[in-house]
């Protein structure tokens, strides 16, 4: 195994059988035996797919505190069963929970009131881990999860998955469990978990808070939180619900409703400004499309290829979401920096950074920063970004004057673009949009021989290079019905180079504000949304933040979620790694000490004995990348039989 301080492989002169297997021959060394088991016994275990009979049900095991029915709680039904009622109207499917007493009321009515079905409870072993589920699971079903926290606590351990929320415009609902009568509520414990203000913690990234102190209050408060998150700009909403309310019996008295919901009309660009768009995206000569978070819904990503079919104009994705198939002829991939320098009229659809699109920096001492667009170049600007802005956290990137602002959701406004565009075409234009297509054509299928060949370098090596994991891992996976629930660009986008992003569903972008903990459990709520469409759910995962939140593994073997782990183990927090190399080169040192502070080795991590650990089947640690092939086809059988399952995969940096 290379060693970190050590060179990679070298590569190799790039042969027929490589370049076949990238364009979908078979595997290279299917034949290749199964790599040696650590432990051979579970091993043997895993190979055939099985594991050892569980012990009893630690149900049996706890100790049952004996209190009569009914005892000390008076008459009625209590304000829990209420408040389930309320989730089953908003349809909220599922509440992942940390339990906690100030969360006891409505956890015991889900159990015992709702039976755990609509909703169900999903039982996470951080609250960190249970807001990126939330996350991963909304960017697929284009709804809410709703989350359980504890007080104070539970807060605290959350923000840094809301604030990725916050950060990639995602729908997210978060209940959090207070004591705020400190005449009623228990001392010690209960009191310090108390406060007066619970969601201060949360308010510079939650698009809305409340804290109803009624039943009453609480169903208007949880309405018009779903209107408030499923509305663009979308983002987590906040919800702190007493524990008293929760616990203690309806008011006899009480007249409740569950107001229904009605969803506000998206707000879509103002008709005068899309005539002015759609005018200059006719009339220019190199027009270009750039998206993040255009495709809001799976229509997104019909209708942007509509809107670029009409100009036959290039389209930079930005990967916040699969906004435009991979393989289209139009997708600028491979030519990023020609196009922008090229383009004499930029439209960016639901950008998180304009400014970055079209302007450059240079890490380095001296900053010097340059602009990447000719003089003269218009720029139009669709987002919802600029219908809500919060002041404190920078999320929103620095400022970029635009020709035509459309403070508007993208999606939703692109119908009435490419209308206007159609109407706008005459003959002239007409004959440039044809030209563009021949030439979009050419220049596409150059770029992807190019990345191809790329591909080939270091195909050998061992530990594995991030090109021949993501082909080995697309020829597992490509006959199925497959949706990558991970990133990929720590892994220099290599799955977007070579597989064939096509469908709505196959991508959902990264964590947003780029917080290390997001992907395993981001991936494990969006395997449990594509659960119920019987898709293969993949998600190829860093090593480093597998470690920030590894109990997700345990949460779905518990929950039986179905889905594909390939550890993209590479045995350092790299991106760490090069910040370090490059301040070294500004000071004039040496970089032979970048590793200390960012490996993550000495011990290195057995991540497939980590998952046994927690019941999950598991291969490696592999760094012979002849054995993927054979590892891989046998863990996509179990994954499509329910189970999820992990490869550890020892891998080169990028």
């Known amino acids: 195994m290379t060693k970190h301080s050590e060179k990679p492989t070298s590569a190799e002169p790039i042969s027929a059988d490589r370049r076949s297997f990238l364009k979908g021959a078979a595997i290279a060394g299917a034949a ?96 960190e881990s249970g807001a990126a589920m939330a996350h991963g699971y909304a960017k697929v079903t284009g709804k809410p999860m709703a989350c359980l926290f504890h007080g104070t606590v539970g807060m605290q351990h959350a923000t840094m998955a809301m604030y990725n929320a916050w950060c990639d415009r995602v729908p997210m609902i978060v209940m959090a469990g207070n004591h705020l009568d400190a005449a009623d509520r228990l001392p010690g414990v209960p009191t310090t978990h108390a406060a007066q203000d619970p969601m201060a913690i949360v308010r510079d990234f939650t698009k809305w808070d409340d804290q109803p102190m009624s039943l009453q209050a609480f169903a208007e408060a949880m309405t018009r939180a779903y209107q408030i998150t499923m509305t663009p700009l979308q983002a987590p909403v906040a ?52 998206v993040d978070r255009a495709a809001r819904t799976h229509k997104g990503q019909g209708l942007i290829v509509e809107l670029a079919e009409s100009l036959n104009a290039a389209v930079i994705d930005q990967l916040g979401r699969q906004n435009f198939p991979n393989r289209h002829y139009l997708h600028g991939e491979g030519r990023v920096d020609s196009l922008i320098r090229d383009a004499d009229v930029i439209i960016g659809l639901e950008l998180t950074d304009f400014w970055g699109t079209v302007n450059g920096i240079t890490d380095n001492p001296e900053q010097p920063q340059s602009t990447r667009i000719k003089e003269g170049t218009k720029l139009i600007s669709i987002t ?36 206007a565009i159609r109407s706008a075409m005459d003959p002239a234009a007409k004959a440039r949009v044809e030209k563009r297509g021949e030439l979009h054509r050419k220049a596409r299928a150059a770029a992807r021989e190019r990345m191809m060949t790329a591909a080939t370098l270091a195909w050998d090596a061992s530990p594995i290079s991030t090109a021949r994991l993501s082909a080995e891992i697309w020829a597992a996976v490509k006959d199925h019905d497959w949706a990558m629930v991970s990133r990929d660009s720590s892994l220099s986008n290599w799955p977007h180079r070579i597989w064939n992003f096509d469908k709505p569903y196959q991508f959902i972008g990264g964590p947003g504000g780029a917080g290390v903990g997001y992907n395993l459990p981001a991936s494990v709520g969006a395997a449990l949304a594509h659960r119920e469409h019987g898709r293969l759910a993949v998600n190829i995962q860093n090593d480093g933040d597998a470690m920030f939140a590894p109990g997700v593994l345990w949460t779905a073997m518990h929950h039986k979620i179905p889905l594909l782990t390939v550890m993209h183990n590479n045995r350092a927090y790299h991106q760490e ?25 000495r011990p290195a991590i057995d991540f497939a004995m980590l998952a046994r650990s927690m019941g999950m089947s598991s291969f490696g640690p592999i760094s012979n990348p002849n054995e993927l092939g054979p590892v891989l086809k046998r863990a996509v059988a179990m994954v499509k039989s329910g189970e999820p399952v992990l490869i550890d995969a020892i891998t080169q940096p990028r």
């Open 32 to 127: 290749v035996a199964m790599p040696s088991p650590n432990n051979n016994e579970a091993q043997a275990q895993i190979s055939a797919g099985t594991r050892k009979a569980a012990p009893p049900p630690t149900s049996e095991l706890l100790e049952h505190v004996a209190v009569p029915v009914g005892a000390g709680h008076g008459e009625g039904r209590p304000g829990g069963d209420f408040m389930v009622d309320v989730l089953r109207a908003l349809k909220i499917e599922y509440v992942a929970t940390n339990p906690a007493s100030s969360c006891r009321g409505l956890h015991e009515s889900i159990n015992n009131y709702a039976m755990n079905k609509s909703p169900e409870l999903l039982t996470v072993m951080h609250e």
């Open 239 to 290: 919800i702190s619900i007493d524990g008293h309310m929760q616990d203690h019996p309806i008011p006899a008295n009480a007249k409740l409703r569950i107001p229904k919901l009605i969803m506000p009309s998206v707000p879509q660009g103002e008709t005068g400004a899309v005539k002015d768009a759609a005018k200059l995206l006719v009339g220019a000569q190199n027009p270009v499309i750039v």
């Open 384 to 419: 919802a970004k600029d219908l809500y802005i919060r002041a404190n956290y920078q999320d929103f990137q620095r400022f970029q004057q635009v020709d035509i602002p459309i403070a508007a959701d993208a999606e939703a406004t692109l119908p009435s673009l490419i209308e």
């Open 577 to 601: 790694v090069m910040h370090l190399q490059r301040l070294a080169s500004w000071r004039g040192r040496g970089a032979d000490r970048q590793w200390i502070g960012t490996i993550i080795d």
